[in-house]
Each structure stands twice: as structure tokens, then as C-alpha cells.
């Protein structure tokens, strides 16, 4: 099951971990189970992924064709969902295909993790 963490870690805590891992390879054995792990160092950025963060379970439950039906099932601005979208995918949550469908380009947007997981710790 591919498994998303989200958490708060300074750049130094990053390069922390990436040690670690570069580390525990270089003994021939595995890190702990794959996963995809979005850092936030900005409290900014992090509240605006949990702001919308129905936006990814909305696209893991419905499996929307195009941002245009995101929108449509989430009752959010056009322009809005884009803007939501294009930061999901920016920051590695969400994968966007594109398709030609009728002589247009249509972009679906896609969240290839079946679990979302929090590493915070309280200061």
C-alpha cells in the first residue's frame, strides 16, 4: 500500500533523515517501509494543505475525470481548484495527466496513495 507522511521538519531535520536512510542502504539493508513524505517548513504552507485537504479525499473517493468535475462535485471556483491543484501537485500529493479529449487538453487530477499519515511532533 503506497502510504503518504506529512510532517513539520526543518531543512536540517531533512538532510537528518536523508543520512540516515543513505546510511542504513550503505549497510545493505533496507529502510523501513517505502513511503512519500511531504516536509513542511513553513506553517504557511502546511495550513494550506490541511485547508484543503478535502480536495485530496474527494479525489481518492471520486476518482474525478478532469479538474473541471473536482470542482463541479466540490463546489469550488474553477480557478480556485486549479490554483489547489496545481499546488498539490507541486508539492508531490497530486499527479496530473493530461489527455486530448475533442481537440482539448484534459488534465485528471490523480492521489496515488491509498493511506495519508501524520509525523508531528508537539513542541
Do not use: C, W
Request: charged share 35%.
Amino acid at each position: 500500500m503506497k502510504k503518504l507522511i506529512i510532517s513539520m521538519k526543518t531543512t536540517n531535520d531533512m538532510f537528518d533523515d536523508f543520512k540516515k536512510i543513505a546510511k542504513t542502504i550503505k549497510k545493505g539493508k533496507s529502510p523501513k517501509s517505502p513511503h512519500y513524505e511531504i516536509a513542511f517548513e513553513s506553517k504557511k504552507d502546511f495550513n494550506k494543505f490541511m485547508r484543503n485537504i478535502s480536495v485530496l479525499i474527494s479525489i481518492i473517493k471520486n476518482k474525478p475525470k478532469s479538474i473541471y468535475q473536482l470542482a463541479k462535485a466540490t463546489d469550488t471556483d474553477l480557478a480556485n481548484m486549479k490554483k489547489i491543484i496545481n499546488f498539490f501537485a507541486e508539492i508531490g500529493a497530486v499527479r496530473i495527466k493530461e489527455n486530448k479529449k475533442s481537440g482539448r487538453t484534459v488534465k485528471t487530477p490523480i492521489v496515488d496513495y491509498q493511506k495519508i499519515e501524520f509525523d508531528l511532533q508537539a513542541a
